[in-house]
């Protein structure tokens, strides 16, 4: 049976760790709150959010999509970190704005980590599914996005300033790994035949999704190479 999700919009940005942030950094427990079993005995809650997991058991096979979901987080945790510890001046201003963007296409993943609980998208998660490629392409190049503004961010809070030459080698790295968008999942959506207007069809999101998930992307990439190209 295909998973069924709440109408309330998902947010991927929560931290425990960042309190003291008004938006949210991931959905994402801490272990710290997990418990071995429930007040009735019943098997704990999961570390993951609710909706779509109710327990692990539901998200085998998307192990790996959790850990790199998890390490982007963690990276653009730390980027928050950086620039909030003295970065100051035009160039810091920038990097919020790409570090922002970055989250954009963070949060667009995760959205679609949400459709794959369904298990008419089984298929597209295994290994070297065009989908598959797509999402670990996307979190490989963000996360070298994240290095290329953290580097920057470091030379800001130096005497010397940035390093533009390593800057520059990074973004060349950033280029390499950038995923771009796929007409055949486009295709492959339109295939489903969703009824994105019914309440209760699971993936009447995933359009949405998939084609935000290209729009970040595109946008960032773009940005990036307005600055560093």
């Not at 963007?101 to 794959?116: F, I, M």
């Not at 010397?160 to 055949?184: C, H, I, M, N, Q």
Request: glycine share 8%.
């Amino acid at each position: 049976m295909a998973s069924t999700k709440s109408p309330v919009r998902r947010d991927s940005k929560r931290l425990a760790a960042l309190p003291n942030r008004t938006s949210s950094y991931t959905r994402f427990k801490s272990p710290m709150q997990r418990q071995d079993e429930g007040p009735d005995g019943a098997p704990a809650p999961s570390t993951l959010p609710p909706p779509p997991f109710e327990h692990e058991t539901l998200v085998q096979g998307l192990e790996w999509w959790l850990d790199a979901h998890m390490g982007l987080a963690s990276g653009l945790a730390w980027l928050d970190q950086l620039l909030d510890g003295g970065a100051t001046g035009a160039m810091a201003a920038t990097v919020r704005g790409l570090a922002a963007q970055a989250e954009g296409v963070r949060d667009a993943l995760y959205e679609l980590y949400c459709d794959a609980a369904d298990e008419r998208l089984n298929a597209w998660t295994r290994p070297g599914a065009p989908f598959e490629a797509q999402v670990r392409g996307s979190y490989a190049w963000c996360a070298s996005v994240v290095t290329l503004l953290g580097a920057i961010t470091n030379g800001l809070r130096s005497d010397g300033g940035p390093d533009w030459s390593a800057a520059r080698a990074l973004f060349r790295d950033v280029e390499r790994k950038y995923t771009r968008s796929s007409p055949a999942l486009k295709d492959a959506v339109a295939a489903l035949n969703l009824d994105t207007a019914s309440p209760v069809e699971p993936l009447r999101n995933l359009p949405r999704d998939l084609g935000r998930l290209f729009v970040e992307s595109e946008a960032l990439q773009s940005a990036l190479a307005s600055r560093f190209a």
